[in-house]
């Protein structure tokens, strides 16, 4: 009986952060990833992501894009310019980084060759874009002549200082 009773008040717990506000930010956070995946990228499969409870909301999505990081990665940015974001973005491990903050949204999108792997204790969801020589058996090989681009999208914290970003200007 102490257990259903405790099951019940975990369920009204989470039903009352909804009720307040904190859920329902993955709509947006879609958007936001949607806005800046460049045109004719592949989707990889369904996007991951998970409402804001303990940490705040984030979305993140993978997808094939036909051309270089560099182009990719580019696309990007200047997408994101016009919209008023700071942005970063540095090479690391193979891998071109952008990182971007407007408000509370951060956006982060990784380009790189060699392959998708997928989280099958999430339903087979796009995990990440590694390094081939690194990608374990069940990875899908990304074409010759396309990258694979990790987007993940989050709401930052309220912070009474600006979120600082790493060194490093973006291609336009």
Known sequence: MKEEMRAAAA???????FAAGCGHRLPELKADAKSVTPTGSQPAGTCAGSEQFIESAWL????????TRRSA????????????????????????????VRGR????????????????SDGGKPLDVVDAKFAPVGSRLIPTGAVGLYISTDKL???????????GACPS
């Open 73 to 100: 990665i580019t696309e990007i940015a200047n997408r994101l310019r016009k919209r008023g974001f700071r942005m970063a973005c540095r090479e690391s491990l193979g891998a071109l980084e952008l990182e971007a």
């Open 157 to 167: 914290q309220p912070s009474s200082v600006p979120y600082l970003l790493p060194h």
């Open 105 to 120: 949204t951060r956006i982060n999108a990784r380009a790189r060759h060699g392959a998708i792997i997928f989280d099958e």
């Open 11 to 17: 369920i009204a717990a989470i039903l009352a952060l």
């Open 60 to 67: 993140k999505c993978i997808v094939v894009v036909r051309g």
